[in-house]
């Protein structure tokens, strides 16, 4: 593909911000939902310097509904200053709701129907609270998963037991992801996707998030009391992300489009995936079969990745997540959902579920490429915007580290899963006569494939994708087509 048209198919992060996420009832407790979102809405379009009436629509993910404005987009685009003209509109996918905002708006530049996009998510737990009655204020929504009666906390401690991942090992990750939040903030790394926020009733500004915990130390989370299972539990309140309030958007758009308004694009939307399990068994496994089927589709192996960000709903949730990957638990052959129990696998031998993978990994995901910055753990996670922080985040320390590609992936609700694939935009050199021979020669040569075309073909029933710009975006269109005639 040729640079012109790779850049007129592309869709481009051209910047994202976030808003210090809170503690429930702390800075924005005098803010409604609405607020927050407007005011990441704003920071993109300040950051940015575009003309607010260049944006085509707006897409928000938000999962604590509020009836006064149950379309939340609307209310904020326009509280910031968008033109009446601009439409918007919000969507619901429990934890990966802002990563189907961020889709949606991409899908809509593809289709020709947008040329420029805002997308994002935002939630408020303090906003819910202050519509409750006093006694109750203290309920924290949306822990009991609807299909399975159990709380999510319940569901991480089952997938710690059976991956094997100890108290002493959850507590050991929690500990890194605040340490890592600590000198990220130190280093002023954090702060470059942060836009602060003043308000009553103080009007100090918020700059940063209060949930990071400098004295996270293994002897002070062992200190907690498992939450969900006081017998045989290794889930703690300590070894949990927290709920907070929050927000986060990204400015999207063609690449072309980015070059004409001269704007200089931080990563490219390569492609992305989404999937679905048995919430029963399979629940907060979501990342374990994106991943694979996302570097699969890609064809880019895991080694080819230089940044990963991963959404830490719990400590156990992450390290099975990372097992599963290892021993390859959703195998080869296995249509990216439950695994027949009893299946032991080409090798190996089978968990206390009957299953097993290859001995190959799916993915190898080292802990030194992964969420650097620190994680949900330490920043807390806020239902409808954590999505975007992560690629947002993403996109940032691809340019920090000097990478090429950078995967995020998040679990959720429903059992479902997500994972994107962004490539960093890195300035274009001028090529001399020799160098464009020898491009022209190895156009002959045949490119070494790192995908495994069963495994897509396996999955495709079960996990929708989209790409743009990639050598597979023809495929990922037909199953596309497929599955909306389903």
């Excluded at 280093?187 to 009733?201: D, K, M, N, R, W």
């Excluded at 089978?350 to 994680?375: C, E, F, H, V, Y």
Aim: charged share 20%; glycine share 10%; hydrophobic share 40%.
């Amino acid at each position: 593909m040729s640079s012109n048209n790779r850049k007129d198919s592309a869709i481009v992060l051209v910047d994202g911000c976030r808003i210090p996420f809170q503690k429930p009832g702390t800075g924005y407790r005098n803010f409604r939902a609405h607020d927050l979102a407007r005011f990441v809405i704003r920071g993109i379009l300040d950051r940015t310097g575009i003309d607010p009436g260049r944006v085509d629509g707006v897409i928000m993910g938000s999962v604590i509904q509020d009836a006064d404005t149950a379309n939340i987009a609307r209310e904020a685009a326009l509280g910031a200053g968008l033109p009446a003209s601009v439409p918007a509109h919000t969507v619901s996918m429990s934890s990966l709701s802002s990563h189907q905002a961020i889709t949606g708006a991409a899908e809509q530049i593809l289709s020709g129907h947008a040329d420029v996009m805002i997308a994002g998510g935002v939630d408020s737990v303090s906003a819910f609270e202050s519509r409750l009655p006093l006694k109750k204020r203290t309920i924290t929504p949306f822990l009991t998963e609807f299909s399975t009666g159990e709380t999510m906390g319940a569901h991480a401690d089952r997938l710690a037991s059976l991956f094997g991942v100890t108290r002493e090992k959850q507590d050991a990750y929690t500990v890194r992801s605040h340490q890592s939040a600590v000198k990220a903030r130190q280093e002023q790394l954090i702060g470059a996707e942060i836009v602060p926020v003043t308000g009553p009733p103080d009007f100090v500004p918020i700059a940063g998030d209060n949930g990071i915990r400098a004295d996270c130390t293994p002897e002070n989370l062992s200190l907690h009391k498992p939450t969900y299972d006081s017998k045989f539990g290794t889930v703690t309140a300590g070894n949990a992300a927290g709920q907070v309030d929050g927000a986060a958007a990204l400015l999207l758009m063609r690449e072309s489009t980015a070059e004409k308004l001269g704007l200089a694009p931080k990563a490219r939307l390569t492609s992305w995936v989404y999937t679905a399990h048995d919430p029963n068994n399979e629940m907060l496994l979501g990342q374990a079969s994106a991943i694979p089927k996302l570097l699969d589709n890609a064809g880019v192996s895991s080694d080819k990745i230089d940044v990963f960000e991963l959404h830490e709903a719990f400590a156990a949730q992450v390290l099975a997540v990372l097992e599963a990957l290892a021993t390859n638990y959703f195998s080869t052959g296995v249509a990216g959902n439950t695994v027949e129990s009893g299946n032991t696998g080409k090798t190996g031998k089978a968990d206390k579920s009957g299953r097993t993978g290859t001995q190959a990994p799916a993915a190898s995901i080292p802990l030194k490429k992964l969420n650097r910055l620190g994680g949900s753990l330490a920043l807390g996670h806020v239902f409808g915007a954590t999505g975007a922080r992560l690629v947002i985040t993403a996109a940032n320390r691809l340019a920090l580290e000097q990478g090429t590609y950078a995967l995020a992936a998040s679990c959720a609700g429903g059992g479902l899963g997500h994972a994107i694939l962004l490539e960093a935009v890195k300035p274009e050199k001028t090529k001399s006569a020799g160098s464009e021979a020898a491009a022209s020669r190895s156009k002959t040569s045949t490119p070494a494939k790192t995908g495994k075309k069963g495994k897509a073909a396996s999955t495709r029933k079960t996990a929708s994708s989209r790409s743009s710009g990639t050598s597979k975006e023809t495929s990922s269109r037909k199953t596309e087509t497929k599955s909306k005639a389903k």
